[in-house]
């Protein structure tokens, strides 16, 4: 299995391309929350973060075809990221928290 984890913060954001458990490469990006708030405008960090990415798996020689999943989280989770989540107290039922996600 091959994916993308992404820990993106208020001022950077790294992305992690792991294959089989380990890590491969890592890229920090110059990007965060701050960057959609300083110019109201809610898809900076979107369009930065998969400006990252696509940087990433070009450099590994692979294709978005071939990234079985992308995980994030940080301040992307919030309500200045790209998706805000709730936060729930631990330890969370995978039941319980799978109900409260909106569709």
Do not use: W
Request: hydrophobic share 35%; net charge neutral.
């Amino acid at each position: 299995m091959r994916y993308v984890y992404i820990d993106s913060g208020t001022t950077n954001s790294r992305l992690y391309l792991v294959e089989d458990k380990k890590s491969k490469d890592v890229m920090v990006k110059n990007i965060g929350t701050v960057n959609n708030v300083a110019a109201s405008d809610p898809h900076i960090l979107t369009r930065g973060l998969k400006e990252a990415y696509e940087c990433l798996i070009k450099r590994n020689s692979l294709t978005d075809g071939e990234i079985d999943g992308i995980y994030m989280s940080g301040t992307a989770t919030s309500r200045d990221g790209i998706f805000e989540v709730d936060f729930l107290p631990v330890p969370i039922d995978i039941k319980v928290y799978s109900q409260k996600i909106p569709m």
